[in-house]
């Protein structure tokens, strides 16, 4: 075909085809703020989180308007009501949410399993439960009570799977191996400050958090014999020991590589030499 002709064939079609930069700009900006809204909405609807996560939310797209209104040359009084259109809306959302909306409480409630996918790199034992830690997979025996892990000489969370769902007891310390906090099937007991509060986002899920919205504890049900685990697990003499989704922190070292474990008598420890200190 010749070439010339595909030239011009070219030339003509790109002067149909005009890119308006100013509509693609504002999808852009309307998407990332309905993203950012759907992502954090489990954070909007837990009254603690609301008091902080709806602020926080509505200010990012306050700017994000105002920036688009002004590279349009819009009035400041047109700007203005903009934005104050914006926080009357989420003036009203949280007295909705406050009226109509009623969140799980702490209590004893088993967490059902989500249905989630949880493909990995081992498939939990026959009758047993596969515990998923950073990029860990822990594999125990029975319905329990068990317990995956330790830090050092301070235990985690002990689990027993019901046909109800899943039961969490355990206990959380501070870096002198004082208890602060303790789970007694999943309902948080608070023994030292009021800094901590559960939310429970779902049937399937329990986190603890502290006054910054920071994740002590998390942990979800995502099949009936897969569980997620996350949080910062501290114990006397021992460093750090933070689990996320994606790998587990231990002071300095990282674990990222994905490990098949099988459990032991006390469960995996991560920070084994504060045992023998």
Not at 11 to 29: E, H, P, V
Not at 63 to 84: M, P, Q
Not at 147 to 155: L, M
Not at 209 to 233: A, H, K, M, S
């Amino acid at each position: 075909m010749d070439r010339e002709w595909m030239r011009q064939l070219y030339l003509q079609c790109r002067s149909y085809i005009t890119l308006d930069r100013a509509l693609a700009r504002a999808l852009a900006i309307l998407v990332f703020c309905v993203g950012m809204l759907i992502y954090n909405w489990h954070f909007v609807l837990e009254p603690m989180h609301r008091t902080m996560a709806l602020p926080v939310l509505v200010t990012i797209v306050s700017f994000a308007a105002f920036y688009e209104l002004s590279l349009r040359d819009v009035s400041s009084g047109a700007v203005l009501a903009a934005i104050l259109a914006l926080w009357g809306g989420a003036a009203a959302l949280w007295l909705s949410l406050i009226l109509f909306y009623r969140p799980l409480p702490n209590d004893h409630a088993p967490l059902r399993p989500a249905g989630d996918r949880s493909a990995g790199v081992c498939a939990a034992p026959e009758g047993g439960m596969r515990v998923l830690l950073g990029r860990d997979e822990l594999l125990m025996s029975g319905k329990g009570p068990m317990t995956p892990f330790r830090i050092g000489t301070c235990p985690g969370p002990s689990l027993r799977r019901g046909a109800a769902g899943l039961a969490v007891t355990g206990f959380g310390y501070d870096d002198d191996g004082t208890v602060i906090w303790r789970l007694r099937d999943n309902e948080l007991v608070l023994l030292e400050g009021e800094y901590l509060h559960a939310h429970r986002p779902d049937r399937s899920s329990l986190g603890l958090y502290d006054r910054l919205e920071r994740e002590v504890f998390y942990i979800r049900t995502l099949t009936p014999d897969t569980v997620r685990i996350r949080g910062r697990f501290l114990c006397n003499g021992a460093p750090l020991v933070a689990v996320s989704d994606s790998a587990i922190d231990i002071g300095e070292r990282r674990l990222s590589q994905p490990r098949c474990l099988r459990d032991g008598a006390a469960g995996l420890n991560y920070v084994p030499r504060v045992v023998e200190r």
